[in-house]
């Protein structure tokens, strides 16, 4: 299969309930989706396994969950309020802006080489805090959930009683104000994060850095991504954060290339330090500002040497929605499982190609709509085989609705893709939204009926795996209908398991069929829980 595209991608998401654009109703709301019934399951499911990786099978993590609005003296003694900033510019023909950094001295939208010098662009979005609007009035919706952990530091030490090394884990909202959100979930202006502090001894910082690089690639690879598309980062000093040491980039090969998925900075005694009163006293390395407000000093009692000292901060930081992305991407197949037949295959491409000419002489279409439109018909026309599948996706790009002969592609697509190719999602059966599916052969058949149902609700009862029921189609349909979404394993209840079948001995069994090797065994109904237990 080529490499998946961003479009497929949108077009599954949308198609089959995974995630929205957010408001859409509305006209949408730039920088926000919403996750849909199977989105939610795939994203509790990311953040469940990280949680279990990182709090439970370690000794030496507690978890937290702080609230996103904060006193805004965190975000001034962080730094963000001077230095979490995007150089912005202005473009004066079309009056659009762009993050400096994204764009080549054109403006991407109208191409005038007429823009304004960059200046700095505050990311964090204010809010107003109580019924009284003056100017001391507001706070800060988080733009990270660190800072919750780094002023909750000596609670935490307190009631836990931890010696160092030992981390605090969160999973949380955060909120950018992106200048340009883009690529779907990949940079959003509303989206999720899974941090740790893990707080050490200075002087085993270097170590422990390493430590959670390795462990943190380790654990990618553990959800399904795989080594290929996984690459290290090491920030050049230049371009490091403020209050970064030395930090690594996570990168995956996102649909637009290898992009970061999570940063590993250390942090050194900055955070810690410069949320501290009476910092002269605390023999700091980091540069921080003087903090006059502070009531309390964030530092550890050392038993050993017997003095206070400000722990150095090791920081793997997650974004749910980019791991989320991560996993589609990597999971997201299309195979060809039968051949077309000729006569289809020539309907198909005949209505692709007046697809195509519709397009070309669109005058309702922006022209940016129309070239990325023709763009990708072209690529599937070059090899309508290994493409086809795609065509769904291309009638799901913005402005394809308006093509009229759209719906005669889609009409001679369906029942091709119906016949010949199957989508599958490869997820890890851990991952996936739901672990099994039950179908009845028959839907008119009340017994077939009843057994399957009962299958589905007794296997759902001790409530940790997600199964459906689904009857509204014929079985071929309805296992392509799973592949889709990622549907580890289906079970068929038939004439053979009420003992209505031509073979007595299958009475009591089902068939279960693998998604991935598309293979059928059957197994006894008493035995499937068991049977599941081990696999999902
Ligand atoms: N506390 C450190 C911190 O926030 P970051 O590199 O700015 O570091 C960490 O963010 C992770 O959060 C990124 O690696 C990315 O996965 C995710 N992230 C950041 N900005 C994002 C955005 N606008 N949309 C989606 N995810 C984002």
Redesign the pocket.
Known sequence: MPAVTMDQLVSLCKRRGFIFPGSDIYGGLQGTYDFGPLGVELKNNLKAAWWRANVYERDDMEGLDAAILMNRLTWKYSGHEETFTDPLVDCRSCRSRWRADHIKDTCPNCGSKDLTEPRPFNMMFKTQVGPVADDGSYAYLR????QGIFVNFNNVLATTSRKLPFGIAQIGK?F?N?IN?RNF?????E?E?M?IEFFVMPGTEDEWHQRWLDDRLAWWRSVGLSSDNLQVYTVPKADL?HYSKATY?LMYRFPIGFE????I?SRSDYDLGSHSKEQDSLGLSAKVGRNDDSTAKLTYFDPESKRHLVPFVI?P???V???VLALLTEAYDEQQIKPVTPERAQAVADALAAFVKSVGRSEKLPAEQRDAMLERAELIGKDMAASMAQIPALLDMPGASSIELGKKLRGQADPALDESYRTVLHLKPALAPIKVAVFPLKRNAPEIVATARQIRKSLQADGDMRTVYDDTGAIGKLYRRQDEIGTPYCITVDFDTIGQGKDATLSGTVTVRDRDTMQQERVPIAELQTYFRGRV
Not at 185 to 189: A, D, L, M, N, T
Not at 260 to 263: A, N, R
Request: hydrophobic share 35%.
């Open positions: 733009p990270e959930t660190a955060a950018r992106e959100p979930i990949f940079r959003v202006r989206f994060q941090e954060a980039d970061e998925l999570e940063g900075a920081e930081s997650a974004g929605d980019r791991g």
